[in-house]
């Protein structure tokens, strides 16, 4: 069986190929929780990648009219036939380059995976494909098939419809809603302590508030945040702009840290999925405080204990001993 579920659950065997087991649909929730985060967001580009990048979409078909929001006029139409150039990720969404400068803009919401499986050419007719799940891609969530030049099929789903696409041309991509105010990519040669402290300045709101704010940096979520803000010692409830410089370079530090080990995090789930028999989400590995509420604090010789409160409507975590 060679398909791959991409998003909530994810695997690799160890020879490289991908493959995945089906997971009921409420197994799944059950793991992930919130909202998919950066990291999880760039493990699903990756997994994308080897399946689109510089592949064509010989088809692709819609089974709604809407996720979210409407999808763009003759949606399926206008992506069947073209190429796919490269894969790339600007916080939380994916952004498929399509050839003909337009991109296909991707935003899982809060369900939306994907699935690939291969096919097999049928030598009695010839272009013919089968698949492993022969149900591949009609299932009733199955929303939007790409059927691959190469006989790939990558399936979107997502129950909860949350999720959305868009078609837009290259050239307007900055001025697109979706993306045009969003901050600094966190992992990318534009953010650093001195970005984060400019955006920071003169702002009264705490600190945790303003790193969900997309305006600030992009991408990042309520755990992540719980997780970068206990690593490096401030109180999420610190105001903004009154954190001193070095605290603030400690905490842009700590934002790529955290995110760049739940990447790899993702990564190694992908490896050690063939050596287990159940489902491992993403979002299983462990944090350092989040969730966490009651435990000792981890951190050496801190000897406090996680408490969570409630922020703007979302919970945080955190340790009142060192987290100042
Ligand atoms: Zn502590």
């Known amino acids: 069986m060679d398909c791959v579920l991409i998003g909530r659950t994810i695997a690799q065997a160890p020879e490289g190929r991908y493959f995945r087991r089906a997971l009921p649909t409420a197994k799944i929730n059950d793991h992930i929780g919130p909202m998919p985060e950066l990291p999880e967001v760039e493990t699903v580009r990756r997994g994308l990648a080897p399946a689109l990048e510089g592949r064509r979409i010989a088809r692709a078909i819609q089974r709604r009219a809407n996720l979210r929001y409407m999808l763009p006029e003759r949606f399926a139409e206008r992506l069947s036939g073209r190429r796919v150039e490269r894969l790339e990720r600007r916080a939380k ?50 929303h939007i098939v790409f059927d691959m030049e190469d006989g790939t099929r990558i399936v979107y789903s997502d129950h909860r419809r949350f999720g959305f696409m868009d078609l837009i041309a290259e050239a307007r991509l900055g ?11 966190p992992l990318g040669n534009e953010f650093s302590g001195d970005v984060l402290r400019e955006r920071l300045k003169g702002r009264r709101a705490p600190i945790k508030a303003a790193l969900l704010d997309q305006r600030t940096v992009a991408g990042l979520g309520n755990i992540y945040v719980c997780e970068a803000l206990f690593r490096s010692g401030i109180s999420p409830s610190r105001e903004a702009g009154r954190i001193s410089a070095p605290r603030v370079e400690k905490l842009a530090r700590a934002i790529r840290d955290v995110l760049n080990e739940a990447i790899e995090a993702g990564g190694s789930t992908l490896r050690d999925y063939a050596h287990t028999d159940g489902e491992l989400g993403y979002f299983q590995h462990s944090f350092a405080v989040y969730g966490r509420e009651g435990e000792a604090c981890s951190k050496p010789g801190c000897g406090g204990t996680v408490k969570r409160t409630v922020q703007s409507g979302r919970s945080t975590f955190y340790c009142p001993s060192c987290q100042r």
């Open 93 to 142: 969404y994916i952004l498929a380059h399509l050839e003909g400068e337009e991109v296909l803009l991707v935003h899982l919401g809060m369900s939306g995976r994907f699935t690939i499986h291969s096919g097999d050419t049928d030598p009695k007719v010839p272009g013919k494909f089968h698949y492993e799940s022969p149900s591949a891609g009609t299932e009733t969530h199955d």
């Open 175 to 185: 001025e697109n809603a979706h993306l045009a105010a969003l901050g600094p990519e």
